[in-house]
């Protein structure tokens, strides 16, 4: 794994709270729990807490509905949308069965030898295990925020011809790139085109979704540089053709476009929305000045859409 430079000492870095302790504490425990139960009993348990919480309706799960929506259209019945945010549910307490059970999957079942971004969980702890296990079974795990230019470095894997992939319908630094999605303006992170432009790697838009008790994995096809036009208009015109791949994959299986944050800059907080377009600007007027042409950058996150780069 590629980290963070320099190492904190012990006087530097924080000691975490007993909150964050404690949740450790019960990752770790529900983590061993969770490997040693069969997994009809462990798909049943996580199946069960999925319904209380689509039926407590809580503000994630609200967040979830309003994004179906727009997958639905303006036509969805009430009750459609409540029988597919069901079904979304369901699928996304699959997805964490699934990565709690990792460690006792058989290997054929596991991609290894590939490098991706991570957003940064909280407590510490919690993400450094998620880190550990990937990085065991071949991954290089770049953080999200907090370490080394992760840009950089999976510029550096592309060119030396290794395989990059990056969860991006989503954006989650501020900095995002404004697409028109499912008929609305929406953010979606901008480092994977940018990488292509950057590169010369192949930008080819992958939609994943359960298929019976298996996975189903669709690779499109390559979406091509475009000749004319800055970096950053080119990264910005193949973002929207990204956009376009999500939509159809996502109305193709929309139970599992885990998507229960916000996407949509109608949803978003105006204020926040503003006070992060003001720092991106003024990034990029340093930038410029500075004589440089800034990327936008590149992170990675659980989902049910993503890109793939591969080196030339």
Known sequence: MARSGAKAGPAAKSRPSLKDRLASAAYALGWSAVCRLP??????????????????????????????????????????????SRASMQS?????????RLPVMPTE?????????????????????FVAFRQDIGMEVLPASGGQNAFGVLAQRLRAGKLVALPCDRDVTGGGIEVEFFGEKALMMGGPAALAVQTGAALMPATLWFDGDRWGVRIHEEIPVPEAGERWQKSAAMTQQIARVFEQGIREHPADW???????????????LATARARVAARARA??????????????????????AGGP
């Open 109 to 129: 079942r596991l991609v290894g030898s590939l490098t991706t971004v991570m957003e940064r969980l909280d407590p510490e702890a919690v993400y450094e295990r």
């Open 39 to 84: 997994e009809s009993w462990a798909a049943a348990a996580f199946n069960f807490f999925a319904d209380i919480a689509w039926r407590r309706q809580g503000p994630r799960v609200r967040v979830l509905e309003g994004n179906l929506r727009r997958v639905l259209g303006p036509t969805a019945t009430g009750k459609e949308l409540r029988a597919l």
């Open 287 to 308: 930038a410029r000045k500075n004589g440089a042409e800034p990327a936008p950058a590149a992170s990675g996150d659980p989902a049910a859409t993503d890109t793939v």
């Open 258 to 272: 885990h998507m229960l944050q916000r996407v949509f800059v109608a949803d978003l907080d105006p204020q926040r």
């Open 92 to 100: 996304y307490a699959r997805y964490w069965l699934e990565i709690f």
